[in-house]
């Protein structure tokens, strides 16, 4: 059970499939003590995508599979029995409510920084939660800093060491802008494009491309 201290990362997504690119961020971002846990939390029915072309079950499933062996990173299924868009506050929401005592940092790309105020119930979500941002190809980091600085709150910048700026709000909240020293070139998309072609990608975990061919995923 997380105690005080702990800090949950919860790095949600459609996971269509997992691949190394997800892994690596997570891998990162525990390297640099940022969070103690990475929780994946697949997307059941995401409101600002399109559905995912894997069901559910084979997402967890393939997760699963990645994860093996990782004692920091773990899935969630907390969006299994989810009805309507699975909004991101509602997730959170039911994420502390099972892990009381564990402050939880929500993981999302830059691109997804700039969108925040689009988002359902947005100022909520910064209110009981602290931001992850991870930098993103071709969004610079001033337009980050701005962004959070016209974000409720009232943000202040308190310390920028090489990789990582730390803001916090005037309630105590952080948000954490996160440069990785390596990027992954790479996409679920492109990776379902190699597969849908007969080809392996080598961004995928061995027992994940083990489980798409038996399952005939892809079109595998």
């Not at 990173?73 to 506050?89: D, I, K, N």
């Not at 941002?133 to 920028?160: N, T, W």
């Not at 392996?200 to 489980?211: I, M, S, T």
Request: glycine share 6%.
């Amino acid at each position: 059970m997380p105690n005080k201290e702990q800090k949950i990362g919860v790095f949600g997504g459609t996971f269509d499939p997992v691949h190394e690119g997800h892994i690596g961020i997570a891998d990162q971002v525990l390297s640099k003590g940022i969070v103690d846990q990475v929780l994946f939390v697949p997307a059941l029915n995401p409101p600002h995508k399109d559905t995912a072309q894997a069901s559910y079950v084979h997402r967890v499933a393939m997760l699963e599979a990645a994860l093996s062996g990782r004692d920091k990173m773990a899935v969630s299924t907390v969006e299994r029995h989810r009805e309507g868009p699975c909004y991101t506050l509602h997730t959170l929401e039911a994420l502390q409510r099972q892990y009381p005592h564990a402050r939880l940092v929500f993981l999302m790309g830059a691109d997804s920084l700039l969108d925040l105020p689009k988002w359902y119930r947005f100022a909520k979500i910064l209110n009981h939660n602290d931001l992850l941002v991870v930098s993103r190809p071709g969004i610079k980091e001033q337009q980050c800093h701005q962004a959070i600085l016209a974000l409720p709150g009232r943000y202040a910048i308190c310390d920028h060491k090489d990789e990582l700026a730390i803001y916090t709000g005037e309630q105590g909240q952080c948000i954490y802008l996160f440069a990785p020293d390596r990027s992954w070139p790479v996409s679920s998309t492109s990776i379902r494009q190699q597969i849908a072609s007969s080809h392996d990608p080598k961004e995928l975990h061995g027992d994940v491309l083990a489980y798409i061919h038996t399952h005939h995923l892809y079109g595998a």
